[in-house]
């Protein structure tokens, strides 16, 4: 029976394709699934048989864990170079996004307000 054992929603393409290579170059019979048309399948990497369910899972373990040291250590960098990005700058970039958020959420907690306000009176 097949088992899920990477979900590639919201996944960076080369970590989907270093995750890929790594199963591949260890002879792990696996197959991929496509989110579909609308977006509402699961897409993910399944193995075929889970008798090498645990050896898969070490792999892709012990992989992520490299990739969150290598992340660590370039934002660590970054940050004493100065040049990691902070929310100032990323509100700097697109501040009518934030805006729009921020009112947006506010619309909303009036409309959720207004409901129980207007049945008590």
């Known amino acids: 029976m097949a088992v899920l054992i990477f979900k590639l929603r919201y996944v960076p393409d080369d970590e989907a394709r270093d995750v890929r290579e790594l199963l591949s170059e260890n002879g792990i019979d696996y197959y991929e699934t496509y989110a579909g048309v609308f977006g509402i399948s699961v897409p993910g990497l399944w193995l075929k048989s889970k008798d090498q369910l645990v050896i898969a899972r070490q792999l892709i373990d012990d992989y ?28 700097k970039e697109n501040p009518a996004r934030y805006i729009s958020s921020i009112l947006a959420i506010f619309l909303i907690c009036y409309f959720m307000i207004i409901v129980f306000v207007s049945l008590a009176g």
């Open 64 to 91: 992520q864990k490299v990739r969150k040291n290598q992340a660590r250590e370039e934002y660590d960098l970054r940050r004493r170079q100065g040049t990691a990005r902070t929310f100032m700058d990323i509100l």
